[in-house]
């Protein structure tokens, strides 16, 4: 911290936006609440700037279901719904600020960018000793092109080109006015209204590690640019499982219906291809298998849809902090044909689990006819899943 900042009495507040979904990411839950380095994304936002001694307090936008991993709130902080867009989030952010001086300094932050450290935010406050509107911004490593039409095109100067990323600093009454006269414009950031008023932005350093979790490989650069990454040991497990076929049932296989005469008879769905992953999953983590988490003695796994049981493997390895790298699922029958219905599997699992599709391979084989698969008594499934876990 500057000798300045250390002088500097503590007089900003934050608005933390924590309202998105991030469907781009393909988690199973917003991704501001995925697990990173022990504790949800969002509360390392949330811990950085009410940790921050330059920092009053602040407005946490966000839902019943993400705050509840932020409970209690810290001294200083209230809550604020999030709208449907990012701008209504941050009109609500202020909404609950009307009590505060308009000379005040605001940080708006998204909690998708957990790498926020007390240097940026200083160097922020900072710059607002003779400004109105400060944004921390990147230089652009990379060369750019334009696209038409999925062909590559002319360069483009990145001489002049910046990332910007947030937190931004503003004076209240600035990011006020800049809200109200926004009505029917939409931006990705504060300081793209604010510019519209005629406001000057003034720009300061950003920080690598306010990388943006927007897909689900972001997740693994974070943890190298936050310092979280820990030894990692790759652990295989091996899941086999075989149903009866009869007539009357719905054949479920690898998570979708498939039309076929008969249905596999089980407590569950009894879709063999999930439950020879689940037990897969379960035995990298050395975890049990299948029956001792959900026994079929229990009478509230009578016909459930084995997705839950496979989801519920894959949240085990997230909550020990490790990912699922590949899984390798055959099933073997006689009948229906597989090859037909591949891809909608491999989409179904990297559903159920958030996991790329790319890392999921099913295969299909018959017995030649022998055996009870052969017969068309049954359907058997085997899986490999090859996870990544940090070692202890």
Excluded at 193 to 206: E, F, I, M, Q, S
Aim: no cysteine; net charge negative; aromatic share 4%.
């Amino acid at each position: 911290m500057t000798e300045s900042a250390r002088s500097a009495p503590a007089h900003a507040v934050a608005i933390l936006l924590a309202g998105g979904r991030g469907v781009r990411a393909g988690f199973d839950r917003p991704k501001q609440a995925m697990p990173l380095g022990g504790k949800p994304v969002l509360q390392w936002s949330l811990d950085a700037l009410a940790s921050h001694p330059r920092i009053m307090g602040g407005v946490l936008v966000a839902d019943d279901a993400a705050a509840a991993d932020a409970t209690p709130l810290p001294t200083g902080w209230r809550r604020a719904a999030p709208g449907n867009e990012r701008q209504q989030s941050v009109a609500n952010g202020l909404a609950e600020l009307a009590d505060r001086d308009g000379d005040m300094i605001v940080l708006v932050h998204d909690a998708a960018r957990p790498g926020l450290t007390p240097a940026v935010v200083d160097r922020l406050i900072d710059a607002l000793s003779g400004a109105e509107v400060a944004i921390p911004v990147l230089p652009v490593p990379d060369t750019l092109v334009e696209l038409s039409e999925a062909e590559a095109g002319e360069v483009v100067d990145r001489a002049a080109l910046v990332r910007v990323q947030t937190p931004q600093a503003f004076r209240l009454k600035t990011l006020r006015l800049a809200h109200a006269e926004a009505q029917g414009i939409t931006a990705t950031d504060d300081a793209q209204l604010a510019r519209r008023t005629g406001v000057k932005v003034t720009t300061v350093a950003g920080d690598a590690a306010l990388h943006k979790l927007t897909y689900a490989e972001d997740m693994a650069i974070l943890e190298g640019l936050m310092g979280l990454r820990k030894m990692m040991r790759t652990a295989v497990g091996m899941g086999y499982d075989v149903h009866r076929l009869v007539a009357g049932r719905p054949l479920w296989l690898g998570g979708i219906e498939i039309a076929h005469s008969h249905g596999l008879d089980g407590h569950s769905d009894a879709d063999v291809a999930l439950h020879a992953l689940t037990d897969a999953v379960l035995g990298a983590l050395g975890d049990g298998d299948i029956g001792d988490h959900f026994p079929p003695s229990d009478p509230q796994w009578r016909g459930a849809a084995s997705d839950r049981f496979l989801a519920f493997a894959g949240e085990r390895v997230v909550a020990r902090g490790g990912r699922i790298s590949h899984l390798d699922l055959t099933i073997i029958a006689e009948a229906p044909r597989i090859g037909p219905h591949r891809a909608a599997i491999r989409a179904r699992i990297a559903e159920i689990l958030a996991i790329p599709v790319e890392h999921i391979s099913v295969k299909a084989t018959t017995t030649e006819r022998l055996g009870f698969t052969g017969r068309q008594e049954g359907i058997a499934a085997q899986a490999v899943a090859t996870l990544q876990l940090p070692e202890n």
